[in-house]
């Protein structure tokens, strides 16, 4: 499933990113924000957002957002470590 979603044009405008970064950026605020409200485990959290594990942890971090840390997440580091 994809979901597109569609932001008005006045709305857009008022955004202070770059034109060329807004996508990227509006993904990485609602990665965070989804992730913060634990809507979304870390891994889907940096997927949707789309950096390294280490830019999105360190996204979290710039934004006052603590990690998470339960079973998937361990799940998902022991993997990570193992190199799979």
Known sequence: ???????????AQA????????Q???LLELAVALYAQD?????K?????????????????QRGVARHYGQEELEDDLIYARGK
Do not use: N
């Open 15 to 22: 955004l202070r990113f770059p034109e060329k970064r807004i």
């Open 24 to 26: 990227e950026e509006l």
């Open 45 to 61: 959290a940096r997927e949707l957002a789309g950096p390294t594990r280490r830019e999105f942890a360190r996204s979290l971090g």
């Open 39 to 43: 809507v979304l485990p870390f891994g």
């Open 1 to 11: 499933m994809s979901l597109v979603l569609q932001i008005p044009d006045s709305v």
